[in-house]
């Protein structure tokens, strides 16, 4: 009899002792990491469609690392990146220049530069021009220079074909190409990188301005003063038409905004941007 409560008590430890294990089993399994923690829910990001591709990558990255994410992207141009954010309707803005001061007057902006892009002047293949300076690429694009023959090329006559009014593109080619003046009336005015990029390829007689990301074998890129476009001369300074990729916030980015934007400023985030044809900042 003695030796069944012996056996008895030892089944009941037994059994209270996997009880426990199974229990801390189970508590393990329900707790969730910081990290996801705070990195669930939704963000959206709108503005500049130079940003927007490299943007799209990172974030098809990051989901990819923390399931409960949701990012998504939109374009429209760096003006609406800034609208989206003055108004709510994003958490994030996407612009491919600096912020005007009118637009920061009154609003909290958090600024983020999160690297850097050449813009290259564009042409059709088939143009015998390869080298411009920058006094002509203006001269072109205000209707002083009407004909490739003024520069060296076949007797044809310009097309040009340019950005629309919201692309952070074309605010930063008035300021520093064309000295804040205005393009010709007659240039084209189209509403994304890819847009200029397409209608010049078409086009023997174009010319046209986009992020080197869009420089392909479908259209040549000019030797500006000469300089040649490319990550290497943004990088050492020698390319002078570079600007900022920026993105920013209403007030201090938290929870999911402040995770991604920290990916992408992230070696791995700033490798994406790299090879996306763009200039990290690090």
């Known amino acids: 009899m003695r030796s069944f409560k012996s056996s008895h008590k030892s089944g009941l430890a037994a ?9 801390v ?6 707790v969730s990491t910081p990290a996801e923690d705070d990195v669930s829910g939704t963000i959206s990001l709108a503005g500049s469609t130079t940003v927007l591709p490299v943007a799209q990558a990172v974030a098809e990255v990051y989901m990819n690392n923390h ?7 939109s374009g429209g141009g760096s003006g609406v990146g800034v609208t989206a954010i003055t108004a709510g309707t994003a958490d994030i803005g996407m612009l ?5 001061d009118s637009e920061k007057t009154g609003n909290d902006f958090k600024e983020y530069v999160i690297g850097r892009d050449g813009i290259a002047i564009i042409a059709n293949p088939a143009n015998t021009v390869s080298e411009l300076t920058l006094s002509q690429v203006k001269d072109i694009y205000q209707g002083k220079i009407t004909n490739w023959k003024e520069v060296g090329g076949a007797d044809m006559l310009i097309v040009l074909v340019g950005r629309d009014s919201a692309s952070g593109t074309r605010e930063f080619f008035t300021e520093f190409v064309l000295n804040k003046e205005d393009a010709a009336k007659t240039m084209q005015e189209l509403n994304s990188n890819g847009a200029v990029q397409k209608s010049v390829a078409q086009t023997p007689g174009a010319i046209g301005y986009v992020s080197l990301e869009y420089v ?3 259209v040549k890129a000019f030797t500006i003063d000469g300089v040649k476009p490319s990550v290497a001369t943004v990088i050492d300074g020698t390319y002078k ?3 900022p990729l920026l993105m920013i916030t209403k007030g201090e980015a938290t929870g999911l905004a402040k995770s991604y934007l920290d990916f992408i400023l992230s070696s791995a985030g700033q ?3 790299s090879e996306n044809g763009f200039v990290p900042i690090a």
């Not at 399931?67 to 992207?73: C, G």
Request: aromatic share 0%; charged share 20%; hydrophobic share 55%.
């Open 15 to 23: 059994l209270l002792a996997a009880a426990v294990l199974v229990l």
């Open 25 to 30: 089993v189970l508590t393990a399994g329900c």
């Open 67 to 73: 399931q409960s994410a949701d990012i998504q992207i």
């Open 96 to 100: 491919s220049r600096d912020l005007k």
């Open 216 to 218: 392909d074998n479908t």
């Open 241 to 243: 038409i570079n600007r």
């Open 271 to 273: 490798k994406i941007l």
